[in-house]
């Protein structure tokens, strides 16, 4: 689970901070986003989808919501 404030989202297990700003030169190349997520994404061939996220830090992982 994670909580979103002030362009921030946390890992459930360890609560490191996944939001990383884009340097704003390089946020034309991102449609003009300025953050963006450290969290690696867990697919599923069966369901062709992420059906889960993982921390970079901890290794941790959580459903996807």
Same mark, same amino acid.
């Given at each position: 689970? &994670? =909580? !979103?404030?002030?362009?921030?989202?946390?890992?459930?297990?360890?609560?490191?901070?996944?939001?990383?700003?884009?340097?704003? #030169?390089?946020?034309?190349?991102?449609? /003009?986003? !300025?953050? /963006? &997520? =450290?969290?690696?994404? %867990? &697919? &599923?061939? #069966?369901?062709? =989808?992420? %059906?889960?996220?993982?921390?970079?830090?901890?290794?941790? #992982?959580? #459903?996807?919501?």
């Amino acid at each position: 689970m &994670s =909580r !979103t404030n002030d362009n921030k989202e946390f890992c459930p297990h360890c609560g490191v901070n996944l939001k990383v700003p884009i340097p704003e #030169e390089l946020q034309h190349h991102y449609n /003009g986003a !300025t953050h /963006g &997520s =450290r969290k690696i994404g %867990i &697919s &599923s061939m #069966e369901f062709d =989808r992420v %059906i889960k996220w993982q921390c970079p830090d901890c290794k941790g #992982e959580w #459903e996807r919501e």
